[in-house]
């Protein structure tokens, strides 16, 4: 495969000690009058999240008294700001010039008449959404290349959550097309970029964290039905999902250090948090790669089934589970994540802006470089 003209040029160009990209005070202040100019109200989780992130770049952690129970507003702005912990002013600065960013770009579409409308009907290829029985189903569908996800595929996923949420179906379930369940990041992403690799790496992170949002926020269950092999950000999601059914065959491998990348999707808090922290960095930090069994005994899997009564066991079980009542398992799910909301922001927030910084390290990009000059296979 040739690697792009403009991926070699970044290379030589990092290579020769380029910084890294972060937002200058001026981008701050623009970030200050964009969010006035705002057209569309962003909500008030959102609005909580501007505010503690503008209150950690400008003060720094948590300086406010804690308010009492009954003081509400000034309650919720507490935790969203002592949620940041020690998060530094400098990427707190990042994090709040990025969300805006992306709130001005999703406000300013519906008004180009464009993207709404045609998101909406466009058919996905390598992302298939079904309904049937009360339970949306999106497959990871590109299994020539082991369901890597493309940067569209990740657009086309926030989507379909997206559309999911509102919808008359009660649960979402991921599964994948093909002898794997996903490989993770295409790693031609960064390669085929049309711009600069500095450019790509800042969309990559904003969509990223877009990404990973939306599966926070998805108010319904949400299932995984892992029947092969699963990589990268396909495994570190897990920890956000209700219920990860597995079959035999599957193995979960993070192999971030050899990659030369940092752990995405909330993990390096969702996974310390459930396996404790010396299982989290044999995963995180040193690529083991686990059986369904192993997964499931450090509490990432719910049950492993056989490979031969895999799909049939699942799917029987899920469509019971899609029988109970909606509005009792949606309610009770907001019960089990609410408390960790704020902090699953604050710690998606940081794990992007470090690894847009990642990916624009000399190991990331010989490490991507010798992945894609792999020799085909005979
Ligand atoms: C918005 C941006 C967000 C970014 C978030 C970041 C997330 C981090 C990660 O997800 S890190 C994990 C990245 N994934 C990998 O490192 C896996 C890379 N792939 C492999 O190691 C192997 O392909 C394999 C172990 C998955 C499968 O090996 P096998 O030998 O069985 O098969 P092939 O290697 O021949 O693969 C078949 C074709 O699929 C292509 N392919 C597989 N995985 C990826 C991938 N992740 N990215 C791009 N392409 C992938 C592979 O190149 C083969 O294609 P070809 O037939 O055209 O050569």
Redesign the pocket.
């Known amino acids: 495969?040739l690697v792009s003209e403009v991926f070699r040029l970044q290379v030589a160009k990092l290579h020769l000690g380029r910084p890294t990209m972060r937002a200058s005070q001026q981008d701050f202040e623009n970030a200050l009058n964009q969010v006035k100019l705002l057209k569309k109200d962003p909500g008030n989780e959102v609005k909580l999240r501007l505010y503690a992130l503008y209150k950690q770049a400008t003060e720094g952690p948590c300086n406010m008294p804690k308010p009492g129970m009954l003081d509400f507003v000034n309650k919720a702005k507490w935790d969203a700001w002592n949620a940041l912990g020690s998060l530094p002013k400098e990427t707190a600065r990042q994090n709040y010039v990025d969300l805006v960013s992306s709130l001005s770009s999703s406000s300013e579409a519906p008004s180009q008449g464009k993207r709404g409308a045609d998101e909406k009907a466009r058919e996905s290829k390598d992302i298939l959404v079904t309904s049937e029985d009360g339970i949306t189903k999106i497959t990871f569908n590109r299994p020539?290349?082991?369901n890597?996800i493309s940067?569209q595929m990740?657009r086309d996923i926030i989507l379909a959550l997206k559309n999911a949420s509102t919808d008359n179906t009660v649960m979402a379930v991921f599964t994948g097309t093909g002898d794997?369940y996903c490989?993770?990041?295409?790693?031609?992403?960064f390669t085929s970029a049309t711009g600069g690799i500095e450019e790509a790496a800042s969309n990559?992170a904003v969509?990223?964290r877009d990404?990973v949002n939306s599966f926070i926020d998805f108010p319904k269950p949400l299932v995984a039905v892992v029947n092969g092999?699963a990589?990268?950000?396909?495994v570190t999601l897990l920890g956000l999902f209700d219920a990860v059914f597995a079959s035999d065959r599957a193995t979960f491998h993070?192999?971030?250090s050899q990659?030369g990348?940092s752990p995405?999707a909330c993990s390096s808090y969702t996974f310390p948090k459930m396996m404790g922290s010396a299982k989290a960095a044999e995963m995180l930090l040193f690529g083991k790669k686990l059986t369904a069994r192993e997964a499931w005994a450090q509490g990432l899997v719910t049950e492993v089934f056989p490979e031969s009564t895999f799909e049939t066991e699942v799917w029987t079980r899920l469509k019971t589970y899609a029988k109970l009542p909606p509005n009792a398992m949606r309610i009770s799910k907001e019960l089990i994540r609410k408390n960790e909301k704020e902090k699953l922001y604050a710690v998606n927030a940081e794990e992007c802006t470090t690894?847009q910084a990642r990916w624009l390290s000399e190991e990331c990009m010989n490490a991507i470089m010798s992945?894609v000059s792999?020799k085909?296979?005979l």
Request: aromatic fraction near 18%.
């Open positions: 495969m020539t290349k082991k890597a940067f990740y794997y490989s993770g990041n295409d790693l031609t992403n990559g969509l990223l990404f092999p990589v990268g950000i396909s993070t192999p971030f990659l990348q995405e690894l992945f792999r085909p296979k």
